[in-house]
């Protein structure tokens, strides 16, 4: 028996998922201290760990030598990644396009928010989708899987997460997985995966205490407790947050985002149960609470209605891993989580009820996933799992249940150094939507150590749920309304009775029956380092889908906020080119830029152009066929986005600058002359540019301050209404453990 030897960085720290090879055995995984020992001999000893550079070793150096030290990779390629593969790979392993957003970056943006730090993202657009939504390739918030620390958030409203739900105060990290994932997630990852990472505390404590204001008296308060000891970490985490919401249009009464209150706490815990068992528990809990006002105009004359929206979210996973080897890990994974919310409108001078809605939704999963190591060349993984989703509410009959259960292999395999190749395979078995397979194959080869090609094609399926057919919605807090599309039109008729309506976009008569989709795609691109301090990232892509369910604005309200709904285009292509590049032109200033392109259009609408059946009336209410110059494609999509962050840390100050251009084109909101497409000028709303900043400072202490402003020029659009216009900040972060200990 060889003496132990320690795996440890370059800061001394153990690595504890390290493994050593040697040359013709397999390869032993260190313990959770980085200690390992051989028994035998060999000529050749290869040390390597994700995220490190691999080191090679004569026997002889083996034995001289009581600490092996690993140096870390440097670059944001050597980010590790775990939603595209669901195991850990660098991004430079990976064969699609990844982001991946550190702490500094987050911070950067000043957000408080989720929505807030997306929004500044190549390619990414957040659109005022009953409540904030997320756009990826042209694709809506339906199509893109949110992940907290690898499991599924719930609690859609008709398919759009409300980003602004997650707060960033404790996120280590966020991933950005672009391109269809269904293959390893389902039928909500057609569009792309964001997978948000919780700090953890491993072998150190820390109690941190932190506020920031902003504009319309929006206060952030949180508190975040870390400890580490041993085996064991644990991290507890509040958030509050309150703001007096604001008003786009003070000629009518109500606010466009009414005023809220809402609150997060968050505890994981993590620890070694033995050298083989590591267990985690993640428990997360939200609350929101809203308050408003808005003026019905029905028979009786103008009355005022004074309303209350609630919102509950309860999540608790946990995880445990089996580890008996170096070739094979077992995961079970348990996920449970409730959503409710309860939205009531009363008449200000009777009190009598309005109208009254509950909302409740429960989501449990069971999952196994097996990973195989079969040699260095191969990983092999395969995931079983089991789901239960029930949904009761006011405006269902009945308590509605899914029942469903899938299985997905994926295959990750490196045939030479140049090239690796994933691929993957999903099949779905659900009680209401039937069963449907999602294939996926990516591929990537390393032209040179500074440049690669990456490829992939994937497939996929979505069928309607019961939202998209019998949703009767309306958020007392943001004062929008989404209708299922078999009620529709009685919910605009009913609007209209009220005199809530100001304008209507979208004849809901025409709306029609929903239909499943199914979609492929297409992504490639290539990452190229021309120099050690620069890197490009360029990624096209082509996205075909079958009866697109699409949501879109189907009426204007007086308030200026929307009535959604949903139907089906008939066959869509979404397809564009996206490009991020970023260079360091000193040690204290880097630039960065990003730039995406998008065209999306429906086919069938084409096809009705160019057989001359399409027409429109233009302003002076003159008729002409639609020409193909004419068409401006989806609704709610720019042809054109891109950003410019310049990134300057002042030497004598040490105070860091991030100066911020993100800019959106115009993009269609409204079917203004009734032929249900985007073929009028008036039917655009205009671009914008909103300019940002954020400074600040960490002292010696560890004390962080930053202050800044969003959208500084104070731009605005009635068609997007979570945008309030100009916000300023500050903030303050104390680390109150080394405050005291000094």
Do not use: C
């Not at 259960?405 to 190749?421: E, S």
């Not at 591929?443 to 992939?456: C, E, L, T, V």
């Amino acid at each position: 028996m060889q003496e132990e030897k320690k795996i440890i960085d370059s800061s001394g720290k153990p690595i504890p998922h390290a493994l050593v090879k040697l040359e013709g055995q397999k390869a032993l995984l260190v313990d959770e201290r980085g200690m390992v020992s051989l028994d035998q001999t060999a000529e050749k000893i290869i040390v390597y760990a994700m995220g490190f550079e691999s080191l090679q070793l004569t026997w002889e150096e083996w034995e001289s030598k009581n600490l092996i030290t690993l140096l870390e990779k440097t670059g944001n390629l050597q980010e590790v990644v775990v939603s595209a593969t669901r195991t850990e790979r660098s991004v430079e392993q990976l064969p699609m396009p990844v982001t991946v957003l550190n702490t500094e970056q987050i911070q950067n943006t000043g957000g408080v928010r989720l929505s807030e730090v997306l929004r500044e993202q190549t390619g990414l657009q957040i659109t005022s989708n009953h409540g904030s939504g997320l756009q990826m390739q042209g694709l809506d918030s339906d199509y893109i899987l949110i992940l907290l620390d690898g499991e599924p958030l719930i609690g859609r409203t008709a398919g759009t997460f409300d980003l602004d739900r997650i707060s960033v105060s404790n996120i280590d990290r966020i991933e950005i997985l672009r391109g269809p994932s269904s293959a390893i997630y389902g039928s909500e990852a057609m569009g792309g995966v964001i997978n948000i990472i919780t700090k953890s505390y491993q072998n150190k404590s820390d109690l941190t205490l932190g506020l920031r204001h902003r504009s319309f008296n929006t206060w952030n308060p949180y508190f975040e407790l870390g400890v580490g000891k041993d085996k064991w970490s644990t991290q507890i985490f509040l958030d509050h947050l309150q703001t007096d919401g604001f008003d786009l249009t003070p000629e009518i009464v109500g606010q466009t985002q009414n005023p809220y209150q809402a609150s997060t706490a968050q505890v994981k815990v993590s620890g070694i149960l033995s050298e083989k068992f590591t267990l985690n528990l993640f428990a997360r809990g939200y609350g929101e609470n809203s308050q408003g006002i808005l003026q019905t105009n029905g028979n009786a004359g103008a009355e005022i209605l004074d309303l209350d929206n609630r919102r509950r979210d309860f999540n608790f996973n946990p995880t445990l891993r089996f580890k008996p080897n170096a070739e094979w890990t077992f995961t079970l994974r348990g996920m449970s989580s409730w959503f409710s919310t309860l939205s009531q409108s009363n008449f200000r001078t009777s009190g009598e009820i309005f109208e009254f809605q509950e909302f409740d939704q429960f989501f449990h999963r069971t999952e196994l996933q097996t990973d195989f190591m079969a040699n260095s060349k191969n990983l092999i993984t395969l995931g079983v799992g089991q789901l239960i989703e029930t949904v009761e509410a006011t405006r269902y009959d009945d308590l509605n249940r899914f029942d469903a259960g899938y299985i997905f292999l994926q295959h990750l395999w490196d045939p030479i150094p140049k090239v690796n190749i994933v691929t993957g395979l999903r099949a779905d078995f659900h009680s209401q939507f039937g069963n449907r397979l999602s294939p996926k194959i990516s591929g990537q080869y390393q032209i040179s150590d500074n440049f690669s090609w990456q490829a992939s094609i994937g497939a996929g399926f979505k069928a309607p749920d019961f939202r998209h057919l019998l949703l009767n919605f309306n958020n007392a807090a943001a004062g929008y309304y989404v209708f299922g599309a078999n009620l529709a039109a009685d919910g605009i008729s009913r609007l209209q009775e009220q005199g809530l309506v100001a304008q209507v976009l979208i004849n809901p008569a025409s709306i029609g029956q929903l239909n499943a989709e199914t979609s492929r795609a297409i992504n490639t691109g290539f990452r190229w380092k021309p120099s050690s301090n620069s890197q490009v990232i360029v990624n096209a892509y082509r996205n075909e889908i079958d009866n697109l369910i699409e949501t879109a604005p189907i009426a204007q309200l007086v308030t200026g906020q929307n009535a959604f709904s949903y139907f089906n285009i008939r066959s869509v292509i979404t397809q564009g080119l996206e490009v991020d590049a970023q260079v360091s032109l000193l040690e204290n200033l880097s630039l960065s830029a990003g730039y995406a392109f998008l065209d999306t259009k429906d086919l069938e609408v084409i096809q009705q152009i160019e057989n001359g059946e399409l027409f429109k009336r233009n302003a002076q209410n003159q008729t002409r066929r639609v020409t193909r110059s004419d068409y401006g494609g989806l609704f709610n999509r720019s042809r054109h986005t891109g950003n410019l962050k310049v990134n300057y840390r002042e030497k004598h100050s040490d105070i860091d600058f991030a100066l911020r251009a993100i800019f959106r084109g115009k993009f269609g909101f409204a079917d203004l002359n009734g032929n249900l497409i985007l073929d009028d000028e008036r039917e655009f709303a205009p671009g914008w540019i909103s300019y940002n900043i954020t400074a600040s400072k960490t002292f010696g202490n560890g004390i962080f301050l930053e202050a800044g402003g969003t959208n500084l020029l104070n731009t605005m659009t009635a068609a997007q209404p979570n945008n309030p216009g100009r916000v300023l900040f500050l903030g303050i972060k104390l680390p109150i453990l080394n405050l005291l200990n000094k």
